[in-house]
């Protein structure tokens, strides 16, 4: 992968990858703004504010005008608000690369903010908060890191409560782009074919864009504070046709070194359908429709996590939690071997492939690094600390995360007791 930063007077940087076999490219603006930079009172500001970038600008005034300006050349356009960061994205075939850049950054610095927009939008975001609270499977996710950090940003959903999404005003927008929408806090990233702009050609069309952004401060989170003894168990109550549960592990954070190790942990256990969790839980017990394992890192926290969906049956719901522990107990204590471990690795190595193969996916990859780490590791660099891992580190790794001090299970279902999760909530001997 070729890719080239450039970081202009005021702070800003630019990643440039040319991508000569295709046909499209992609501009993303990401900003270090999101649910974590939150105070409790403005929390699902940055979402909020991700919404009202589409909502008009000086050049094109109304929603209509934007989306017309993409969708008349078949573009695809979008945004996204974390926990760490917001995004704005474009792509478009590569003929229309002036568009896009032009586009993108209309919406990201000359947004209006028009307050009766705002009004209007409110609406829209409480149809989706209500969204979520009929979707278990994703609120169930929201459930879990509530319980691992509790109220603290980190805890908060990114979408943020009904409450503060009613009582926000056009001057809070104001003051939040102000303080954390600066120069020093963005990254831009243009992938794909750039046609016979070329690339220095895009370098100099988006020095001269952002040229008189802000510079600002770099932005600072309050860090994750995080405390724990025993296993913890969280039951959201809600009328369903299925339990949909997380289990899971605080574990480290985006700059360790033992997050590649992780990365295979999750695999092994629960990445694909021949892991040990799809086989234990799904095709020799039929007790889940859906089972997988991952990890998530966030700067300063990250966590494991067995992600499941059971029958309302407590005896169909004790048998699968028992059987996520067995698991994960058997990895801690024997481990894995060689051809387990290999497999894994070449399906993320797999994996990585198949996601770099387009101009939106590098984009997204480049630009994700540079926002959370400030430096980029290219494809061959991440895989070279994968196959580094050995099963001495898988075990290591898995008798340090796999303890009752780290253990967490979040449900959200028709369950009206907890005591018999809370018998069986243990991993250690």
Not at 109 to 128: F, M, T
Not at 273 to 289: D, I, P, T
Not at 333 to 339: L, S, T, W
């Amino acid at each position: 992968m070729h890719f080239k930063k450039t970081t202009f007077k005021n702070g800003l940087r630019l990643i440039t990858a040319p991508m000569k076999d295709t046909n499209t490219v992609t501009v993303i603006v990401a900003v270090a703004a999101g649910s974590k930079y939150e105070t409790k009172r403005i929390n699902g500001l940055s979402h909020f504010l991700e919404h009202m970038f589409f909502k008009g600008t000086k050049k094109r005034s109304k929603t209509k005008d934007i989306a017309e300006a993409l969708d008349s050349v078949g573009g695809e356009y979008n945004a996204f608000t974390s926990q760490e960061n917001t995004a704005y994205f474009a792509k478009v075939d590569k003929e229309h690369i002036n568009l896009a850049v032009d586009v993108v950054s209309d919406i990201f610095l000359n947004s209006k903010l028009d307050a009766k927009e705002i009004e209007k939008e409110r609406g829209v975001i409480l149809q989706e908060i209500n969204m979520y609270e009929d979707t278990p499977m994703l609120l169930v996710q929201e459930e879990f890191e509530h319980l691992l950090y509790g109220d603290q940003p980190a805890g908060w959903r990114v979408i943020g409560t009904k409450e503060n999404i009613a009582r926000v005003e056009r001057k809070n927008f104001i003051a939040y782009i102000k303080n954390l929408y600066t120069a020093r806090n963005t990254v831009v990233c243009v992938a794909g074919n750039f046609g016979k702009k070329g690339e220095s050609g895009v370098i100099g069309e988006i020095r001269g864009v952002f040229a008189k952004m802000r510079r600002g401060n770099e932005n600072k989170m309050l860090k994750t504070a995080e405390k724990q003894t025993k296993p913890q168990l969280k039951i959201k109550h809600k009328k369903t046709d299925q339990v949909h549960l997380v289990l899971g592990f605080r574990e480290y954070n985006f700059f360790h070194p033992n997050r590649f190790t992780m990365a295979l942990l999750a695999n092994i256990l629960g990445g694909t359908m021949s892991s040990r969790l799809f086989l234990s839980v799904r095709e020799k017990s039929g007790l889940a429709y859906y089972v997988s394992a991952s990890s998530e890192e966030y700067s300063d926290c990250g966590y494991f996590s067995v992600r499941a969906g059971v029958d309302t049956d407590r005896a169909k719901i004790e048998k699968t939690v028992k059987i996520i522990l067995r698991e994960i107990r058997g990895v801690r204590d024997r481990g894995v071997n060689g051809r387990e471990l290999q497999k894994a690795k070449d399906n993320l190595r797999g994996k990585m492939a198949l996601s770099l193969e387009s101009s939106d996916e590098v984009a997204s990859y480049l630009a994700g690094q540079e926002i959370a780490r400030r430096e980029i590791k290219k494809p061959e660099e991440i895989l070279a600390m994968i196959d580094k891992v050995g099963k001495n580190d898988i075990l290591r790794v898995a008798k340090d995360i796999f303890v009752n001090s780290k253990l967490n299970l979040a449900l959200i279902g028709p369950i009206e007791d907890k005591r018999f999760l809370e018998r069986i909530l243990k991993i250690n001997n």
